[in-house]
């Protein structure tokens, strides 16, 4: 449509968002693109937060663009505003202000969150959480006042969490509700180096238990009663109950979602105009048998490229599904930050 | 003041239009009625109004599938969630459940008798309302004990054993003779009931259990999901060994597996072969199946059962699914990925896929083309409920019930069909009881059972709102049978209760049509030169008052309007 | 990153409470220990619907002037808002109303104009006010509750000043605000990232806030004042407000006549008799009352004016600023009619000026112009507490001869003659506005005109004694000499600094007394520098024309924009560009 301005929405702004909008950038000059995050910060890469607990980097130094970049681009940037609908007939996006955005062309990359495993729900008030800059910071505030710390679950968050605690000072109980620690895509060998890894750090390992219930002891700590009756008390208490895409806005749009977004090759959804990238993005990999989300941020950014062509262009690009590692964090980069 | 009955159609389109959660409800119950009797405090007569409408308030307050909630304008965009309206329904069982055959009369005896086969849902139902209209009613069950799904198909967990006996009870007490382990085609046979009865209803649901159809499937270690629930629900199954499979994507299934954890299993797994939104489940349930840390997997269809020398099941072979195009019922079919194949070991398998008639005791009976209005042909014989459907779900089943005995007793005694009339009551004042501040209440969340507590078969999950929470609840709904008009001859065009609307819900219309069936549509005028009327829009409208309180001239009304069921001679 | 300054801005529709909004943030602060400086902007019109917007600067030291930009804009009317944008600093934060369910056009949304390095954090102020009171008023207190969690504000100090404002108007009253307030501070549904700022200068220390208006009022009741007439204008109208409260508690009349011709009469009246008497006048009520000031000169009966300057000519802007009736206070008169001009530089030294003026006034029977404008007059500072309690007694000259002799304009070496009130037995004397003798009587005789002429000067000369000299800023031996005057004094001075940190050389005169000028001082400072810059917020260059002509220096005019009053920035950026030519 010559002469008009195309809308460009992409809702979430990590590594895929800023690829996607680049890429929208340089396949068409003219169009308004708007970067929409539920995060008041500047896009940032996620899997740094931990430096920022144990001070090897602060707030700036995990930015993935300097904040002027996106002014230069011409990008617009909505920060702290969160996307609570999306209608596929209206062809816009509601968000948390009350205000409608119109979109000729949409990418999902909201990324995973973790989740608080359910039982635990009405606790949520009391829990850590270590997913965003927020969090981070919130936890790290804690640290001068705690001496120990309960995590549950067996993730890459919560192995992360469990490493940076441990080198700031803490006593760290980890509780996986699994039997064993193993992770079905690490080779045997790996998983036992890794029980290793975590226990010589001085980690207390706790599997197959689970946290029942958690009171509140004072102004800041809580006692934390597992399964087999055992207390702990704790100043930091995280949960996980898995890492998931934050897609529940999308449940009444009529997008077909299995655990994220489910993609084609072009990483289009089932909706027409409607584009997923990064950790939200569901694809069938065929090396692994499976539907497959991803992990981590290269395999992110090149879906977000690839997204972002499709989207401006007419979907020109297939994504190379065979080059998309599936485990790069979770097998060998997780193992390599343990070691240094 | 005034109060007058309307039987016009666009007063009756108005009811349907602006009081969602009524229309949408396959019993028609008056739900903001039963509500406002609740933030009254009045909970028997809110019982009451759900005994009379729905007839199983208990077993519906617990597990109805709630197609009311949805629609509700609380969910409206912008505006929170909607009521919990099923929630609620349990409150007036929980708080106001009374004997009604000591209060309510039956109609005088009619003479006529009528035997109703099955005692679910459906039958209960039928048997109740004939019952209530002076009708001899008989109720014939194959089971030791009536209830039919309600009692074998769901887990006590979920719904009481004394909710399933009050509420049964209940409809009994009305003078229905009930005669159980009478199995049609064995002890009785329709053309029989048909000659010693004025009229014969059958009900007998859908009891039959959908197979996979695929190799390996027949022998031992494979159960059906209707089957095992009711062998768990009688105490014939009380164990299953460490690691179960269930397939399937509804209610039983996610009952299957649920009761699973309970009886012993240690890993616990469901596939369907869609994704969760095609479920035919209540997001309610799949958050109690994530708390018991149930595992999901969509998108897997099983291909194959793997037993091993023994012919004991070993694993199932699976293929991972894309989703086509469409199917009849607007849900996307699954269409296997090839080269996809993968195993997964178990030690029990649950088949729970879906229920179908089981044909032969009615067969010559199920001829769709021959059924209409619950009649089948000329004869005296109807068929009611999920026989009729396919298989439902208890509401559904309930108001299928109601509606063929509304057919028999015009069938019987030439009585026409109920029909809607409206009565609308004006309000002296802006007051109907709400106040601004309980349009903010948040949804309030049902308690349940920490996790330790919920390996027992038997203990509740869910229990109940208590006298605070309910009553915050109860007020939280709107009460959309409130009807708000600008009266346009008074009105002075001040704006005043558009610069106090809560949402878009006045306009400045240049004109405005209201079709026979009660909708209104409004045009919104471009500039002042257009105004022709400044409109209250119904249907954004959230009854919130801000209008009348700030105009300053009185030209607002608020009239409560409410359904009345009228039967013609 | 602590801040050591910020600047908020509240902008509403009528009704919508932006002042009081403002005026509720700068009492927090207050009370915390910082400095502040309110000012606000409304609609020109006595009874209107525009915008009014009140911006709150509050910094770690003592401000006059100002800031460049705003930091936080709390928008109580989005439409309002989006027109203040510009006047955002690049990483403002907005807070604006956010409407459940009556969704935004793209033209009226606030993120929409927003910059990229702007926060906009979208609270449903009038809902969450329905939510907490029932009612849709109050959207104000729920923006202030969420900007307080947002400064990390501690919120009992806040429900302590909603007490203090609201516990005479009823518990319902102060259960609503409460409530409102917390509605905001606890307000969770958005992100936000929180503003840290510099502990305060001085905690613990009591301040109260004052305007100019208030300052001069208060003033001149503690000076003794016992009558002010006038006719209202904004932006003086205040001050005879106030006085109509407070006079007649001190036994005081205020009286408002049918114009300024009538008030400046009645003054000259009331002084005549010995009271202490002003009035308060903007710009078009001067013109009218020159003649009358001049009668005031030749009888030498002391008279107050206070001319709170606007937008002129005529009338002009009301509700703007403007720094351009000093030629009409200095040149004002017809003959040879000197006056005494006093300008304060800003809000603080309003209190001393007012009383600096009345005793003069009175000491030297002579009419005093004190020149205040828009900026000083209605804009608010904290000020110590003790600021604003001196007090002032009667300077008039009194007789000790005997009655006979006594001559109402006897020719004294300094001028000053005694000054007996009518009524004292003995004695009586004629005032005249003709040309007249020692005694008063009408004489038209040129030697003895020139005599008093001569005399009535020579004052000016004595009076310097208790006139406020200029005040020095800055490098003492700066080439570089910067003098001004008035409201602008804020905004230069901060530029000055800006400019020093960028290697300039820079001196400031503040000058508080124009008309008389002290001479020696301000002669010496002139010729000592090699560059002279006088920067004031007209096109005229008035008080730089009075300045050259007077001393016979050049100087370079700078032209202020008006209209608003002077940013540091606006002022930086013009000095810059006189001192790199």
Redesign the interface.
């Known amino acids: 449509m010559p002469g008009r301005k195309r809308k460009y929405v992409i809702i979430g702004a990590g590594v895929a968002g800023v690829a996607a909008a680049l890429a929208i950038r340089e396949q068409d000059g003219n169009a308004s693109v708007t970067l929409v995050d539920?995060?008041?910060?500047f896009p940032y890469y996620r899997f740094l937060l931990g430096d920022v607990i144990l001070g090897t980097k602060d707030e700036w130094g995990i930015l993935i663009k300097g904040?002027?970049f996106?002014?230069e681009k011409g990008?617009?940037?909505?920060?702290?505003?969160?996307v609570?609908?999306l209608s596929v007939d209206g062809k816009y996006v509601?968000l948390?202000?009350?205000?409608?955005l119109?979109y000729d062309a949409i990418l999902i990359s909201v990324g995973r969150r973790e989740i608080i495993?359910?039982?635990l729900k009405k606790y949520s008030s009391w829990l850590s959480l270590f997913s965003t800059l927020?969090d981070t910071l919130k936890i790290k505030s804690m640290i001068p006042r705690a001496k120990r710390a309960v995590l549950r679950g067996k993730g890459f968050n919560a192995l992360e969490l469990a490493r940076v605690l441990v080198r700031s000072g803490l006593e760290v109980a980890l509780v996986t509700?699994d039997r064993s620690l193993n992770y079905p895509s690490l080779p045997e060998e790996e998983n036992e180096q890794l029980r290793r890894l975590i226990t010589d750090a001085g980690i207390i390992l706790k599997e197959g238990e689970?946290i029942?219930?958690i009171e509140k002891e004072g102004m800041h700590s809580y006692r934390v009663e597992l399964?087999s009756g055992e207390t702990i008390e704790a100043e930091i208490v995280f949960a996980s109950?898995g890492f998931a895409p934050k897609v529940d806005f999308l449940?009444d749009s009529g997008i077909?979602?299995?655990q994220g977004v489910?993609v084609d090759d072009y990483m289009q959804s089932?909706a027409e105009s409607v584009f997923a990238a990064g950790d939200c993005a569901e694809i069938?990999h065929?090396a692994l048998?499976?539907?497959w989300v991803n992990l981590g941020y290269p395999n992110a950014r090149t879906q977000g490229t690839v997204a972002g062509k499709n989207m401006a262009g007419d979907l020109l690009i297939k994504l190379d599904i065979d080059k998309m590692k599936p485990y790069t964090i979770f097998g060998r980069e997780l193992y390599a930050r343990w070691w240094d | 003041m005034s109060e007058y009955v309307s039987r016009d159609r666009k007063d009756v389109g108005w009811l349907t239009k602006n009081i969602p959660c009524r229309t949408f409800c396959p019993a028609g119950t008056n739900i903001p009625a039963y509500i406002d009797a609740i933030a009254q405090g009045e909970y028997a007569m809110s019982y009451e109004i759900n005994r009379r409408d729905n007839i199983f308030p208990g077993i519906l307050g617990r597990v109805c599938t709630r197609p009311c909630e949805a629609p509700c304008r609380h969910g409206y965009e912008g505006l929170g969630d909607p009521v919990a309206i099923c929630y609620l329904k349990r409150v007036a069982w929980d708080r106001g459940r009374f004997d009604v055959s000591k209060t309510w009369k039956r109609e005088d005896p009619t003479g006529k008798k009528i035997a109703v086969i099955g005692s679910g849902p459906a039958g209960l139902a039928c048997a109740n309302d004939l019952a209530l209209l002076g009708h001899e009613v008989t109720v014939f069950e194959k089971e030791k004990i009536p209830g039919g799904m309600m009692t074998l198909g769901i887990p006590k967990f979920r719904l009481p054993k004394e909710v399933t006996d009050f509420d049964i009870q209940s409809v009994l007490s009305l003078g229905i003779d009930l005669r159980t382990g009478v199995t049609l085609g064995e002890d009785i046979f329709l053309p029989d009931l048909s000659r010693e009865y004025d009229a014969v209803v059958a009900a007998t649901g859908t009891m039959e259990p959908v197979i996979l159809g695929i190799p390996g499937e027949e022998g031992e270690g494979v159960h059906l999901g209707l089957d095992f629930m009711m062998r768990v629900n009688k105490g014939d199954i009380d164990s299953v060994p460490g690691r179960v499979l269930v397939i399937g994507g509804g209610f039983t299934a996610v009952d299957c597996v649920r009761s699973s954890v309970r009886l012993g299993g240690k890993e616990v797994k469901l596939i369907y072969r869609r994704t969760q939104a095609e479920m035919y489940i209540d997001k309610h349930e799949l958050e109690e199946m994530e708390v018991e840390g149930i595992e999901d997997t969509y998108l897997v269809s099983p291909v194959e059962v793997m037993r091993n020398g023994k012919g004991e099941v070993e694993a199932v072979k699976c293929v991972r699914n894309v989703l086509g195009e469409a199917d009849a019922s607007g849900r996307r079919s699954p269409v296997p990925v090839e080269g996809s194949e993968f195993v997964i070991e178990t030690d029990y398998l649950i088949a729970a896929i879906g229920q179908r008639v089981e044909k032969p005791p009615l067969e010559g009976f199920l001829d769709k083309k021959k059924v209409k209005d619950f009649r089948f042909g000329r004869q005296n014989v109807f068929i009611c409920g999920d026989v009729r459907t396919g298989a439902s779900n208890i509401i559904e089943a309930t108001a299928e019930g109601k509606m063929a005995a509304d057919r028999i007793h015009l069938f019987l005694k030439g009585k026409k069909p109920l029909k809607v009339a409206v009565s609308i009551k004006d309000l002296p004042g802006p007051d109907t009881g709400r106040e601004r501040s309980y349009d903010f209440i948040d949804l309030q969340h049902m308690p349940t059972l920490e996790l330790k507590e919920r390996f027992d078969m038997r203990a509740e999950v869910q229990l109940g709102f208590n006298e605070d929470t309910s009553l915050l609840e109860a007020r939280r709904c709107y009460l959309c049978d409130h009807d708000y008009q600008i009266h346009i001859d008074r009105c002075i065009y001040c704006c005043a209760c558009i610069e106090a609307m809560p949402r878009k819900c006045i306009l400045l219309a240049s004109d405005v049509n209201v079709d026979d069936d009660g909708s209104m549509e409004v045009f919104e005028a471009n500039g002042w030169d257009e105004v022709a009327a400044v409109v209250i829009d119904n249907i954004e409208c959230i009854r919130c008052g801000n209008c009348i309180r700030a105009c300053p001239v009185d030209c607002i009304s608020v009239a409560k309007v409410r359904p009345l069921t009228e039967r013609g001679d | 990153m602590k801040r050591k300054e910020i600047t908020i801005q509240a902008t509403g529709g009528a009704g919508d409470g932006s002042l009081a909004t403002g005026a509720l943030i700068a009492r927090a602060f207050v009370r915390l220990g910082y400095y502040i400086l309110i000012h606000d902007t409304f609609p020109a019109e006595i009874r209107g619907f525009g915008k009014s917007i009140s911006e709150v600067r509050i910094s770690t030291r003592d401000v006059a002037a100002k800031a460049d930009a705003s930091d936080v804009l709390i928008g109580l009317n989005n439409l309002f808002a989006i027109e203040q944008i510009p006047d955002l600093s690049e990483r403002g934060i907005i807070i604006y109303d956010s409407k459940p369910g009556i969704t935004v056009k793209d033209m009226e949304s606030i993120p929409n104009h927003a910059g990229n390095l702007m926060s906009c954090y979208g609270v449903p102020l009038e809902y969450e006010a329905q939510k907490a009171t029932g009612k849709k008023l109050g959207k104000n207190v729920v923006a202030l509750g969420f900007l307080s969690k947002l400064l990390n504000f501690p919120p009992a100090e806040m429900i302590e000043i909603l007490k203090e404002l609201f516990a005479r108007k009823g518990e319902e009253v102060l259960n609503n605000n409460i409530a409102l307030f917390m509605s905001g501070y606890e307000y969770e549904d958005i992100e936000y990232k929180k503003i840290e700022l510099d502990p305060p200068p001085h905690a613990g220390e009591k301040y109260t806030i004052t305007s100019g208006n208030d300052a001069m009022s208060t003033g001149a009741i503690n000076a003794g004042l016992a009558f002010f007439a006038g006719y209202p204008i904004t932006p003086a109208s205040k001050i005879m407000e106030n006085l109509a409260l407070k006079l007649p508690k001190y036994g005081g009349v205020l009286l408002q006549t049918e114009d300024e011709i009538a008030a400046i009469g009645a003054v000259l009246g009331a002084f005549y008799t010995g009271k202490r008497a002003m009035t308060a006048t903007s710009g078009p009520g001067l013109s009218l009352m020159t003649e009358i000031i001049n009668l005031g000169v030749m009888t030498e009966t002391p008279m107050v004016i206070i001319n709170a300057m606007r937008g002129g000519p005529s009338t002009g802007l009301p509700t703007k600023v403007e720094q351009a009736d000093l030629n009409l206070a200095l040149y004002g008169g017809h003959g040879d009619s000197p006056r005494v001009v006093l300008a304060p530089a800003t809000i603080g030294e309003c209190y001393r000026i007012i009383q600096d003026a009345l005793d003069v006034a009175e000491k030297y029977q002579t009419p005093v112009i004190v020149l205040s404008d828009k900026m000083l007059g209605m804009s608010h500072v904290a000020v110590p507490a003790g600021t604003l309690e001196e007090k002032r007694a009667s300077t008039r000259l009194a007789y000790a001869g005997r009655p006979k002799d006594y001559m109402r304009y006897l020719v004294t070496p300094d001028g000053v003659s005694p000054w007996v009130i009518p009524g004292e037995e003995g004695i009586s004397y004629t005032a005249t506005g003709l040309g007249h003798d020692e005694m008063g009587a009408p004489n038209y005789d040129i030697e003895v005109n020139r005599e008093l002429a001569e005399k009535r000067f020579r004052k000016f000369t004595t009076m310097l004694a208790d006139l406020p000299p200029p005040e020095f800023f800055g490098d003492e031996d700066a080439p570089n000499l910067i003098v001004t005057w008035g409201s602008t004094f804020g905004s230069v001075l901060e530029a000055v600094e800006r400019l020093s940190e960028q290697g300039y050389r820079l001196r400031v005169a503040k000058v508080k007394t124009i008309y008389p000028q002290h001479e020696d001082i301000m002669g010496e400072a002139l010729s000592r520098a090699e560059k002279i810059i006088i920067p004031e917020q007209n096109q005229f260059g008035q008080f730089a024309r009075f300045i050259k002509g007077h001393y016979g220096v050049s100087a370079d005019e700078v032209h202020l924009p008006s209209g608003e009053p002077v940013r540091p920035g606006d002022a930086e950026k013009l000095i810059k560009g006189r001192l790199d030519s």
Do not use: C, V, W
């Open positions: 539920e995060e008041a910060d904040e002027d996106f002014d990008i617009r940037l909505r920060r702290g505003q969160k609570l609908k509601f948390s202000n009350n205000e409608r119109a495993p359910a039982h927020e509700p689970d029942n219930r399964l109950g449940h077909y979602l299995n489910i089932t069938y065929p048998k499976r539907y």
